[in-house]
């Protein structure tokens, strides 16, 4: 990992928001018709140059369409290339993680932006409610994805706690390289480190960040005989198990993009189970 230099004497700094994001298009019509016309945001600049010095480098468009609040979302259309292989867009996850994804204002907005999308003949991909936002996907003509997105709610001060926790956690396995193949020991050293230690007794705990998504978990272990549930005072609620730990996705209410990051807050113990309706948790020692 890079190492930092001179913070102390570092200027302070921030940012203001997202100014645009680019990516390159081999089909210019396409596209301004896909951003002007059926999603209707206007075409703000286009810069047309010859190239940009160095002899391999297309003269090129530079166009620019308003996504409100300031920022923009733009595209370099090259002139008499072709698409390489290296940057055709595929249908993997891993592909679909660099999107672009806009923000309304809360859950009509976002209905009426999938009312739009559908109205103008734009194949809807999915809506999916995550932790705390919930969008609509689809692609552009290029096949890049775009999601519309309200957030449920605003990140504390908590979240920005417990996001340090994971990432720490990660970092320090990535560094040690072997065995470093899944999230359970994120979880695990995370749960570690939250500040208190399972109840004796070779049971399996799972600590459960005290935010409305989440609170389901809460709840359904209150009501389970023989869990026990604590709060810590640090932002976190821990479940013990009896000795296991067993939970029913449908049973959380929970849709699949929460239920897969539910063990978020951390675990003391192993995963025996973990598909789409169970999730089955045993002591470390079991």
């Given at each position: 990992?890079t ?13 203001h ?5 680019a ?5 210019l ?25 160095p002899d391999?480098?297309?003269d090129?468009?530079h ?7 300031g ?15 290296w ?5 993997h996850?891993?592909?679909?993680a660099t999107?672009?994804?806009?923000r309304v ?5 976002l ?13 809807l ?5 995550h ?6 996907y ?18 504390s001060?908590?979240?920005?706690r417990?996001a340090?926790?994971?990432i720490?956690?990660?970092i320090?396995?990535e560094e040690?390289g ?5 999230i359970?020991p ?20 799972v ?6 998504e989440?609170a ?8 389970t005989?023989?869990y026990?549930t604590?709060?810590?005072?640090n ?20 849709k699949?993009?929460?239920?897969y990051g ?7 113990g192993r995963?025996?189970?973990?598909d ?6 045993s002591?470390?020692?079991?």
């Amino acid at each position: 990992m890079t190492e930092a230099k001179n913070l102390g004497t570092a200027p302070s700094v921030q940012l203001h928001g997202v100014h645009h994001t680019a990516r390159p298009t081999w089909k210019l019509g396409e596209t301004v018709h896909f951003y002007r016309d059926l999603l209707g945001l206007p075409l703000v600049h286009a810069i047309s140059a010859k190239g940009w010095g160095p002899d391999n480098h297309a003269d090129f468009l530079h166009f620019f369409f308003d996504s409100g609040n300031g920022s923009t979302i733009a595209f370099f259309y090259y002139i008499g290339t072709e698409r390489p292989d290296w940057l055709t867009v595929r249908e993997h996850y891993q592909d679909r993680a660099t999107h672009t994804a806009w923000r309304v204002r809360d859950e009509t907005e976002l209905l009426q932006w999938r009312q739009r999308v559908e109205a103008v003949g734009i194949a809807l991909r999915y809506q999916i409610r995550h932790e705390v936002i919930e969008s609509i996907y689809f692609n552009d003509p290029n096949g890049y994805p775009i999601e519309i997105t309200w957030q449920v709610r605003p990140f504390s001060a908590a979240d920005a706690r417990d996001a340090q926790l994971t990432i720490d956690a990660a970092i320090e396995l990535e560094e040690e390289g072997a065995g470093f193949c899944s999230i359970e020991p994120v979880w695990q050293r995370k749960a570690a480190r939250i500040g208190a230690a399972p109840q004796p007794g070779g049971k399996a705990s799972v600590y459960v960040l005290d935010v409305p998504e989440f609170a389901a978990l809460i709840d359904v272990a209150r009501g389970t005989e023989g869990y026990a549930t604590t709060a810590l005072g640090n932002g976190y609620v821990r479940i013990d198990g009896n000795p296991r730990i067993a939970l029913r996705r449908k049973a959380l209410g929970f849709k699949p993009a929460v239920w897969y990051g539910a063990l978020t807050g951390g675990l003391a113990g192993r995963i025996e189970q973990f598909d789409m309706d169970a999730l089955l948790i045993s002591p470390e020692d079991a």
